[in-house]
């Protein structure tokens, strides 16, 4: 028997905002436990909960970005239940009227294109952190993520499969980024998911019993624990045991899920109107400013660099896989106009470095205007590619500038054909039984010539002028 895998995902985002949802405080991460609390997000009472106005305009444009309705009259609700890293005892967040519904974003997998549609968008606070001490077996409550700003992208559940959840995510990834609406890093906590997830038999409209995996926070753990659940599910529709509505968590280590609690209905949450926040007025004025505060989307720049700039597809789809490599792009092309120059180094030279120093993507920080004069350096012929390289690594370490160092370290190639010329003459003369090889017929011989040449230069020269002075003294075969 055939099953289907039907799933929903509600994808938490924490807001690129400066301070809170509801007070003063750092929103920033990696500050010592308890560092950013105040009275107001410790959960202490009758300190008044003062809403972040540029939370508000980032979900809009959250909305804007998957084409959701903007509700224009949003309210915010305490959704009640008692957890030790909750201080209120309850959380604000947005139940009645959420700030978008009605979305819908494009994703792309092996079996084509599918629209996706999004129930809601809402803002609502983040708890803050349980710390599990395991050598005294107590647990303490880091408050800093305390009213850190959320929102919550709620889809239908239109998913069948872990690569289609895998492509949301990634689209969802993308659009906010490039927005500048959050950094969406899982490994920060900033992009959460937790997953709805039933099976049932292949052509039935009846949905089976759900259940919903926790915080997920990596794609890769997204997809195997959907794997996971989904043989789970229809093991037991398969033995005809009982399946209940739960929410489980997924063990990364042990590669399974296990159960954490029955799953609530909106009832056990006892939502009511928070009525110490106003209703927040939302006119058209406001969302056509936003609208066109939007930065390029990786799509549109994407389109720019393929049709407009002559880059590579396979190129264009790494510089817009990231919003860290986009930016440095951009950057870079202000002080060298060779977008195809600096793609090349981005992708071939800048990433390299970044992966040998275990660095991803978002880790490289790199002064631009020091990049482009040494794409500039090479492609002059001022020095050769190999000293470039290391001048590279000089300018994410050091922060050197490339024109100067060169000059003070005499790096500049040899353009003197004299010179190379009597570097040649001098390797024939040491490597007679090579380039006797060579001329008969070993023509990897020629590449260990050029090399012996270039190591007497010291590197400086061109390995163009190199070749061609070579082929002139012992012919090219």
Request: aromatic share 8%; net charge negative.
């Amino acid at each position: 028997m055939k099953y289907e895998t039907v799933m929903g995902l509600e994808v938490h985002l924490e807001l690129s905002t400066e301070s809170k949802l509801f007070c003063g405080c750092s929103a920033k991460f990696g500050a010592a436990a308890n560092e950013n609390i105040c009275p107001a997000c410790a959960g202490m009472p009758g300190m008044p909960a003062l809403l972040n106005k540029k939370a508000v305009e980032l979900a809009i444009a959250a909305g804007l970005m998957t084409n959701c309705e903007i509700t224009r009259s949003i309210t915010f609700d305490k959704k009640n239940y008692f957890y030790p890293d909750l201080p209120n005892a309850y959380q604000i967040t947005q139940f009645f009227s959420p700030v978008c519904t009605n979305g819908w974003v494009e994703i792309e997998t092996k079996d084509g294109k599918k629209r996706i549609s999004i129930k809601q968008i809402h803002i609502e606070e983040d708890a803050g952190k349980l710390m599990h001490d395991s050598r005294t077996g107590a647990s303490l409550v880091d408050f800093n993520r305390t009213s850190v700003p959320l929102t919550e992208i709620v889809s239908n559940p239109d998913f069948r499969s872990s690569e289609e959840v895998i492509a949301y995510l990634g689209k969802l990834k993308s659009l906010f980024t490039f927005a500048g609406i959050s950094d969406c890093k899982m490994q920060e906590g900033s992009m959460r998911c937790d997953v709805n997830i039933s099976v049932r038999k292949e052509g039935s409209s009846h949905l089976g019993t759900r259940t919903e995996i926790k915080n997920l926070n990596s794609f890769k753990a997204i997809s195997a624990a959907i794997d996971y659940e989904t043989e789970r599910h229809i093991e037991a529709l398969e033995s005809e045991e009982l399946l209940v509505q739960e929410t489980r968590r997924w063990d990364d280590n042990k590669k399974m899920t296990f159960s954490m609690r029955g799953k609530e209905d909106a009832l056990d949450y006892r939502y009511f109107p928070n009525p110490e926040i106003l209703p927040v007025e939302i006119d058209d004025d406001w969302i056509e400013a936003i609208r066109k505060s939007l930065p390029e989307t990786a799509q549109n720049k994407y389109l720019r660099l393929t049709e407009g700039l002559g880059v590579s597809v396979y190129d264009s789809k790494i510089i817009t896989g990231s919003k860290r490599l986009s930016d440095i792009f951009d950057e870079t092309v202000k002080y060298i106009n060779k977008p195809k120059e600096i793609v090349n180094w981005i992708i071939v030279e800048l990433l390299a470095i970044a992966t040998g120093g275990n660095k991803g993507e978002d880790d490289i920080y790199i002064d631009c205007k020091k990049f482009a004069k040494l794409i500039e350096l090479v492609d002059n012929n001022t020095i050769n590619r190999g000293t470039g390289k290391k001048l590279l690594a000089l300018i994410l370490e050091e922060n050197i500038d490339p024109a100067l160092y060169v000059n003070e370290n005499k790096l500049g190639m040899v353009s003197d054909t004299g010179i190379i010329t009597e570097a040649v003459d001098a390797v024939i003369s040491e490597n007679k039984e090579s380039v006797d090889d060579y001329k008969n017929g070993n023509k990897k011989v020629f590449a260990f010539l050029v090399g012996r040449v270039m190591k007497k230069l010291e590197g400086k020269a061109d390995p163009k002028e190199i070749n061609r002075v070579l082929n002139e003294k012992i012919g090219v075969i």
